[in-house]
């Protein structure tokens, strides 16, 4: 039905940056809100930043003017530009989506990409 593939992760020194990536790829009517969560080792997955159909967005906190999500909609894509890295910013990141399968409301559902690790050395 929907497939979320995540790149971009790797290695980077604190104060570097990295652009992650993550496209939304088979058979659904439209892609509502999308996001990208983190998970530490041993730690649960917490939101990061999310941003609405409508290009709304919000942001975590510990990631406010640092981080800026975007998203293309005609290439069902979703990007996470993350700058001023911190070792605190070392994770899974991974992206979601609130997919419509269909014009019905009870075709919702929500999709997870497998991640992409962000490792920040300090």
């Known amino acids: 039905q929907v497939q979320l593939v995540e790149s971009g992760g790797g290695l980077a020194q604190a104060g570097g940056s990295l652009r992650l990536s993550c496209a939304a790829s088979?058979?659904?009517?439209?892609?509502?809100?999308m996001g990208w969560y983190r998970k530490a080792p041993g730690d649960q997955r917490d939101l990061v930043a999310a941003?609405?159909?409508?290009?709304?967005?919000n942001y975590a906190a510990s990631v406010e003017g640092r981080f800026t999500i975007s998203r293309d909609n005609a290439k069902n894509m979703v990007y996470l530009q993350m700058d001023s890295l911190k070792a605190e910013d070392t994770g899974v990141y991974s992206c979601?989506?609130?997919?419509?399968?269909?014009?019905?409301?009870?075709?919702?559902?929500?999709?997870w990409g497998q991640g992409t690790q962000v490792t920040v050395s300090s």
């Open positions: 979601n989506a609130d997919v419509a399968l269909s014009i019905f409301r009870s075709s919702r559902t929500i999709s």
């Open positions: 088979g058979r659904f009517f439209r892609i509502n809100d």
């Open positions: 941003i609405s159909s409508g290009g709304s967005t």
